[in-house]
């Protein structure tokens, strides 16, 4: 159902996230953590690309980097195929969890992601093993940090996300899914302890600023070396 969903609304989506404040800036804000320099040499994975805004964070932190964005969603990536990017950057359309023989990545930027994965420990680790030894993850994520975290995601979906989204699309289950979806995932600090249990380093919890502060936040960590 939630794949439908996100290729019924591919078409509509960059209208709608941009009119969110600061969606467009936490992407670069946490594409940019992941400290790649130039990019020059490296191979980057945009995991859950969806319609390109992660992809272009990717590529304006690492100019130089070969980039792979991957979508399950059909929709969406023929969205983001749609735009002008240079010859460093293609996608593939296929789940990101189902990925075999692409790595090893020298990085890997997975935003909104880990929250939709099936099964979100055997996601994290499929991330895990498509890094190179030593490779950084930036993952952004919304997470509720509290209980007034909950409340202003509520507020603002059922007041904002959930009604622009139907009016825009004509249809309410995705809006809808992405209210429940954040409050039914982890909180900050038990990411934090899934990414430790899924076999990466030690982790940084960043927090997004204006209304998204402890609702959204990016977790950078990466694969230690030598891990199996």
């Known amino acids: 159902m939630v794949l439908r969903e996100f290729d019924a609304a591919g078409r509509w989506y960059d209208r709608l996230v941009g009119a969110n404040p600061g969606y467009h800036r936490d992407l670069r804000r946490a594409a940019g953590a992941l400290a790649l320099d130039s ?136 809006w809808r899914y992405l209210w429940r979806s954040v409050l039914d995932f982890d909180g900050p600090a038990a990411l934090t302890a899934r990414l430790r249990a899924a076999g990466f380093g030690p982790v940084r919890c960043l927090p997004a600023g204006g209304w998204q502060r402890g609702i959204a936040h990016t977790f950078l960590t990466h694969r230690p070396e030598g891990r199996a």
């Open 39 to 174: 990019g020059r040499g490296l191979r980057l994975l945009d995991a859950g690309c969806g319609t390109g805004a992660s992809t272009a964070a990717l590529l304006r932190a690492a100019p130089r980097a070969e980039i792979v964005g991957v979508d399950a969603s059909a929709s969406m990536l023929a969205e983001a195929r749609a735009k002008d990017w240079p010859p460093s950057v293609s996608f593939v359309h296929a789940r990101t969890e189902e990925l075999a023989g692409a790595g090893p990545f020298d990085g890997v930027l997975a935003a909104y992601l880990a929250r939709n994965f099936d099964d979100a420990d055997a996601g994290l680790g499929r991330l895990r093993e498509l890094l190179r030894p030593g490779a950084p993850i930036a993952l952004h994520e919304y997470t509720l940090r509290d209980a007034r975290a909950r409340a202003v995601w509520t507020a603002v979906c059922w007041s904002v996300i959930i009604p622009m989204g139907t009016v825009t699309t004509g249809r309410t289950a995705l």
